[in-house]
């Protein structure tokens, strides 16, 4: 399982070439390089499972993060890519797409929440938006890649799973 991933709320029109290297590094490559490091011993075994945890924000871009949500957009593509490169190999790979998520991201001081105004007001905002109202709780997120991962998605591969209480992408 690839989860990595981290950035702080910004304009497009801010963003440097430093910001958006950063943002490659930590958010996409760290996925290629795990996987590239993880694929020879599971053509050796002859199967294996990935899940890359990319976003929502990666399906339909967040205004307030639009580096992250490029290279989680990137994240999908790759995934369903080695899904289809590695198949004949035994090899699945999927992706799961979080809406915003009770962690330490939104939640600590100085995290997405507070970066963008009074905490719990932003935090009550999130998670009106989202149809089940509420922030996702992380072990919401964990029991699907738990799933993906396990031997019950055996024929589940190159798909893109929602774990974002109904909705496609944070609208602030």
């Known amino acids: 399982m690839n989860n990595v991933g981290g950035n702080d709320i910004r304009r497009l029109d801010d963003l440097t070439d430093d910001d958006w290297q950063a943002s490659f590094e930590l958010n996409l490559l760290s996925a290629v390089r ?3 490091a993880a694929l020879p011993g599971m053509r050796e075994r002859g199967h294996g499972s990935i899940v890359n945890v990319s976003s929502s924000a990666g399906k ?6 639009p580096d992250y949500s490029v290279m989680k957009a990137g994240l999908l593509s790759y995934s369903r890519l080695v899904a289809d490169l590695y198949a004949s190999d035994g090899i ?4 799961v797409t979080p ?3 009770a962690t330490e991201a939104w939640l600590r001081e100085g995290g997405l929440a507070e970066q963008q105004g009074d905490r719990d007001a932003v935090l009550a905002k999130v998670g009106a938006g989202r149809p089940l109202g509420r922030l996702a709780d992380p072990e919401e997120v964990a029991a699907v ?27 602030i």
Not at 60 to 65: A, F, I, L
Not at 92 to 95: E, F, L, T
């Open 60 to 65: 339909r871009p967040s205004m307030s993060m």
């Open 99 to 101: 809406g915003p998520t």
């Open 92 to 95: 699945r790979c999927n992706a």
């Open 145 to 171: 890649i738990v799933f993906l991962l396990s031997e019950r998605a055996s024929y589940v591969t190159g798909a893109a799973w929602s774990a974002d209480g109904g909705t496609v992408a944070i609208i």
């Open 34 to 36: 795990m996987t590239r």
